[in-house]
């Protein structure tokens, strides 16, 4: 049945064809995973130019080995003014100040995170995350902006990098709960997988931005991801559907439950009332309500999955900052590399982690275990990360390829669980359909680090 209360984005009403019945419940399922991949996907771009440039503003402690590979290597930058460093980080603490930089982002990212998730249950949507994207935008420009106007103030690096942290931890809860709402659960994982890569792509993308325009400025690298952020920002304000609801569809979700609980909650009705009732006061259970940060840890699976996450997210966010770094620091074959070449193979990781991911959900759908993946990827990934660490620096080619084998394990679960995983927990028939109660999933497990 038709919703009664429609409501298209600009974008459908500006191209009518867009709107059903021209265009199927498919079509705006798969518009809806684009959509919100291409704007995540901005948000980790977003995120990448502090690790490239950081051997860029910290100091230079190997500028004899840097010498080495322009024998050997024509793309290594001109080291006259890019090695000199950037004053306050340039100094004997400029590393420590650096790190700093990534604890004030990544303190009020998680944090941020806790607020957004509620927030995202109570608030349209797609407004919150374009308000997440235009500031992130803005303040990713912003500490650009330090390089040509001469900023050697640490207080306002520290400044930008908090109010941005705090706009990007709108991003996240927003754009699973969005997709949450077009989901069923059939081949979760496989698609949930697909379009997790995201993360990973936007590394890339990220990566790949920061370090092509290098040369020309540190400041440049912040500012191109910057302007892309904004302007996938515009396209999600124009044409993201938040729920199926607004085009008048029906819920996929709707479907799935009331198939499974066709046979069994009559015969059980009270039973099931009164376990709902001891975990959550669901009322007159609104599908809209809200559910409560501590109700959801108190829900089956949420606190192991949490604390899985933790542990992937720490590895995951350690190479996401440091990585570049440590390859510019780090002899490959006797041969320090480029500011350049580094941040450019820091991405071999995040190519490893789209895989992981996909090949993580795919296996998941089909033997029905997303825990026992998780568990097996993350005890895999232990002894490629020391591989990596030990035998990384021999040759070009076994850096590359333990760097590849440790983002496809450690983004395997990262992936699984921040999506399939919380999309699961966040429909299961304890919550009563609650698909608005999605958010709040997400920040229980992505609030961890």
Known sequence: MPSKNLNPPPGLNLFPSLKPPQKTLA????????????????????????????????????????????????????????????????GPRGTHWLGELDLAFLSVYSIGMYFCGHVGDRV??????????????????????????????????????????????????????????????????????????????????????????????????????????????????????????DLGFESPGKEIEMDAEVDSVRSSEEKVESEKAGLLETGDSDSLAAIGFFEAWRLPSVAPFAFCLFFSKLVAYTFLYWLPFYIRHTAVAGVH???????????????????????????????????VISIVFLLLSIPALLFYRVYGSISMFANISLMFHSGLLVNGPYSLITTAVATDLGTQTMVGGNSRALATFVLDSCCQN
């Open 27 to 90: 079509f705006h399922q798969i518009l809806v995973l684009v959509i919100t991949f291409l704007a995540y996907a901005s948000f980790h771009a977003s995120r990448k130019p502090p690790s490239i440039v950081k051997s860029v503003l910290g100091p230079n402690d190997h500028s004899n080995s840097s010498l080495t590979e322009s024998n050997l290597n024509s793309t290594l930058l001109n080291s006259s003014s890019i090695d000199a460093g950037w004053a306050p980080f340039n």
């Open 337 to 371: 590399l480029s500011h350049k070449t580094a941040g450019i193979l820091s991405t071999i990781f995040d190519m490893g982690g789209v895989l992981g991911g996909i090949l993580a959900g795919f296996i998941s759908d089909v033997i029905e275990a997303r825990a």
């Open 124 to 245: 349209h949507l797609r407004y919150f995350l374009v308000f997440g994207m235009i500031g992130s935008g803005i303040f990713t420009i912003m500490f650009g902006l330090g390089y040509w106007l001469g900023v050697h103030v640490l207080g306002f690096f520290l400044a930008v990098q908090v109010v941005c942290g705090l706009f990007q931890s709108v991003g996240w809860p927003c754009v699973v709960a969005i997709v949450g709402n077009w989901s069923g659960k059939e081949k979760r994982g496989l698609i949930m997988g697909l379009w997790n890569s995201h993360t990973s792509v936007g590394n890339i993308v990220g990566s790949v931005l920061a370090s092509g325009v290098l040369e020309f400025g540190w400041g440049l690298s912040f500012v191109l991801p910057g302007v892309l952020m904004i302007v996938v920002g515009i396209v999600v304000f124009m044409f993201l559907v938040v729920s199926p609801d």
